[in-house]
């Protein structure tokens, strides 16, 4: 089956930079887009980023100018470049991947465990 390893989360100071990465691994056929979501104490999970498999990014709003996310799509992983960082983006940080597993292309969605990232001020 699909399996999605996050890696790359810590403790930094607020103005350091993290660079989160994800890699999908199992039964792959097809990946169509992959994200970070995040999750802060008491809070919702919200989206953080997303990228097609045609390279489309979208941002949230919070971490325009911040945050880049990539992908190599040779090696079914996904980048979030994180600097700037400040406090409220303490959260744990979740991989997405919407996969396709047979050739029959029928996609679904797929989530890591989550990697910890704790930002101090």
């Known amino acids: 089956q699909v399996q999605l390893v996050e890696s790359g989360g810590g403790l930094v100071q607020a103005g350091g930079s993290l660079r989160l990465s994800c890699a999908a691994s199992?039964?792959?056929?097809?990946?169509?887009?992959m994200g970070w979501y995040r999750q802060a104490p008491g809070k919702q999970r919200e989206l953080v980023a997303h990228i097609t498999n045609g390279g489309i990014t979208n941002y949230a709003d919070s971490v325009k100018g911040r945050f880049s996310i990539s992908s190599d799509n040779l090696k079914n992983t996904v980048y979030l470049q994180m600097n700037t960082l400040k406090p409220e983006d303490t959260a744990v940080y979740y991989c997405?991947?919407?996969?396709?597993?047979?050739?029959?292309?029928?996609?679904?969605?797929?989530w890591g465990e989550g990697t910890l990232v704790t930002v101090s001020s």
């Open positions: 997405s991947a919407n996969i396709a597993t047979r050739r029959t292309l029928i996609y679904r969605d797929y």
């Open positions: 199992g039964t792959i056929f097809s990946i169509r887009a």
